[in-house]
């Protein structure tokens, strides 16, 4: 199936996410079980998947991936990001012709009549035409915060799996990976002091790397260990403000 004209290029996933791009770690069934939904070998493939992880586990990149191979395959896939599209006025009025379709941060639509009821509805209809559906949050379907029992039963349809943090080793895996694409060496010992005095969470440590290469970039200098400590000081004064 071809893409199809009527989903809104908001509703379509970022084109440079891919499964190659996801470090593993612990989480290997969980991976398999989501290229399976999108790449079916099985008689009997599961048409819906709930992943929970906490912020940094990789949910979003699993399912903007899922969307990416999707289209490789020439179906049809829709990405909702909820935490973001809530910030409309209201849910679209209709979406159609999805072969795919991934759901994240579910816990972000908890509570919300209209949003709920819309994602209820779509999911109904979806289902009737044997859409895959990939679905992400914090917290596992019962402890999403869904107000409506419907759309709760609903999103605990298929099999649940939890994403696992990746450890600190597989963190410089990604860290590195991330300057290599920028066209940046970053030595052990910067990446040392990062995740020894920086956050935890995935989101923070590659931006504050991408601050890193900025202000090298900026200040002609290589991305060092003085240079980082700079940078950490700094985003520590602007959160105080």
Request: glycine share 6%.
């Amino acid at each position: 199936m071809t893409e199809s004209p009527q989903i809104p290029l908001s509703f379509r996933p970022r084109k440079n996410d891919n499964f190659e791009d996801f470090v593993i770690g612990e989480n290997q069934v969980a991976v398999a079980a989501v290229r399976q939904l999108i790449e079916p070998t099985l008689d009997n493939p599961a048409s819906v998947i709930y992943l929970k992880g906490d912020a940094g586990s990789g949910k979003s990149l699993l399912l903007n991936a899922a969307c990416n191979r999707a289209r490789e395959l020439g179906q049809s896939a829709i990405y909702l990001p909820l935490k973001h599209l809530l910030s409309k006025p209201a849910p679209p009025r209709e979406i159609t012709g999805a072969d795919v379709l991934c759901i994240d941060d579910v816990e972000a639509m908890a509570a919300n009549d209209s949003w709920e009821l819309f994602v209820f509805h779509l999911l109904n209809q979806l289902r009737s035409s044997n859409t895959r559906v990939l679905l992400a949050g914090r917290q596992g379907p019962e402890h999403s915060g869904i107000v409506l029992p419907d759309l709760q039963s609903r999103l605990a349809w298929g099999e649940v799996f939890g994403l696992k943090v990746l450890t600190d080793i597989d963190k410089k895996v990604v860290l590195r990976k991330y300057a290599s694409a920028h066209g940046v060496e970053v030595v052990d010992e910067v990446l040392n002091y990062l995740l020894r005095y920086g956050r935890r969470d995935m989101k923070y440590l590659l931006a504050t790397l991408n601050e890193l290469q900025q202000a090298a970039f900026s200040s002609k200098r290589a991305p060092t260990v003085p240079l980082l400590r700079t940078v950490i000081k700094q985003q520590n004064h602007n959160n105080k403000e």
